[in-house]
């Protein structure tokens, strides 16, 4: 009972079935709060359809999911902004539709926590792709989650981007948000992750620490062992079949 009362969210035995097609075979795991999360895989492994039963968006066939009190933030892949309203425009709206008492306060707050101050009163089409990828969080921030899945949040932002990017999630995993994200890039899975799941074509091969992966590389393609992590984590899935 204190474990099943500790996790903030568990998921067991989730089947997802588009026609024929089994995007998620039976996938089960569970997330502490406060923990950092990567979800990894190929394409087309069941990532975004996982995060998106998470965040309630989509309906799982079988299996159950259980979430915690409270609100879960979700960052789509595509961001959903309004592309020729201003940074403070969009915030204003998302915080109104959340239904904050006072919603330029919260505005005031997100654009600090994201240091988009700056860029308050910029129209977000004319912003870099690393910038409207922070306006993106900072909406999902707004439903003040418990929470927050984010499905590969670093595509697309160059190195500089994207350290800024995991300084400011890692700081909210400090803080207690359960932070779940997805990526292609095992090096920033391996990096950020507390945890790694590894889906490949629906099914999970792996949940644990990023250590206890190299050391299930290590041993399941020991033929790769010695090349870089990636190579080795691909002959991985070969052999596991993917
Ligand atoms: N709405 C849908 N209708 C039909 N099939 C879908 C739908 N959404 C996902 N799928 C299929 O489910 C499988 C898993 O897709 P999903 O988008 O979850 O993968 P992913 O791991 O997020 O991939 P990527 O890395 O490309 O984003 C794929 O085979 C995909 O074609
Ligand atoms: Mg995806």
Redesign the pocket.
């Known amino acids: 009972m204190e474990g099943a009362a500790t996790a903030a969210l568990e998921a067991r035995g989730l089947v997802k079935r588009?026609?024929e097609?089994e995007?998620l075979k039976g996938v089960d795991f569970a997330a502490q709060p406060g923990e950092l999360l990567a979800v990894i895989?190929?394409?087309?492994?069941?990532?975004?359809?996982?995060l998106s039963i998470l965040a309630g968006i989509v309906r799982a066939d079988e299996g159950e999911v259980r979430l915690p009190r409270g609100e879960v933030g979700w960052v789509p892949?595509q961001a959903a902004l309004y592309r020729r309203l201003t940074v403070e425009e969009n915030l204003l709206l998302f915080a109104r539709l959340e239904g904050h008492d006072d919603p330029r306060a919260s505005v005031e707050k997100m654009l600090e926590l994201t240091a988009l101050g700056e860029r308050r009163g910029e129209i977000v089409a004319r912003l870099s792709g690393g910038n409207q990828q922070r306006v993106n969080i900072a909406i999902g921030l707004l439903a003040r989650p418990v929470v927050l899945l984010l499905d590969?949040p670093s595509a697309g932002l160059d190195p500089r981007q994207r350290a800024r990017l995991w300084e400011f999630v890692s700081a909210l995993a400090e803080r207690g948000t359960t932070v779940i994200f997805?990526t292609?890039d095992i090096q920033e899975a391996e990096r950020y992750g507390e945890r790694l799941l590894v889906?490949a074509d629906?099914e999970s091969l792996f949940d644990g620490p990023p250590q206890g992966l190299r050391e299930a590389v290590r041993r399941e393609a020991p033929e790769a062992a010695s090349r870089d992590f990636e190579t080795a984590f691909v002959a991985f899935l070969h052999h596991r079949g993917h």
Request: net charge positive; hydrophobic share 20%; aromatic share 4%.
């Open positions: 588009y026609g097609r995007a895989g190929p394409n087309g492994a069941g990532k975004t359809t996982l892949q590969e997805s292609h889906l629906g």
